[in-house]
């Protein structure tokens, strides 16, 4: 919210019209103080939420990763599946010194 100096003008007058010379200056205090507590209480309310979004981001990645890797693996309780993930490791660890020559 973005006032310009004429904005600011027309309001003072009518604070003036509206709460005299003596209250203008308490009044302009309490706004003050309410919009400081407004603007910490969105800055909170915004640290929050992104906050939750970046702990939702991290719990999604997490899962992904725990899913990417039962895929790669395969069934850790299947002796046969952990047999054949390190067959496929050896024989790729194997093929490096041919990948390297070629």
Do not use: C, W
Not at 38 to 64: G, M, P
């Amino acid at each position: 919210m973005n006032l310009g100096f004429g904005e600011i003008a027309v309001l003072v007058l009518l604070g003036l019209i509206l709460f005299g010379p003596k209250r203008l200056p308490e009044i302009a205090r309490q706004m003050g103080k309410f919009v400081a507590e407004f603007k910490r209480a969105s800055n909170d309310f915004q640290a929050q939420i992104h906050q939750e979004i970046n702990k939702l981001e991290i719990e999604e990645s997490a899962r992904k990763l725990a899913q990417d890797t039962k895929d790669a693996v395969g069934h850790p309780d299947d002796p046969d599946s952990i047999t054949s993930a390190l067959s496929r490791l050896t024989e790729r660890i194997k093929s490096i010194p041919q990948d390297y020559d070629a």
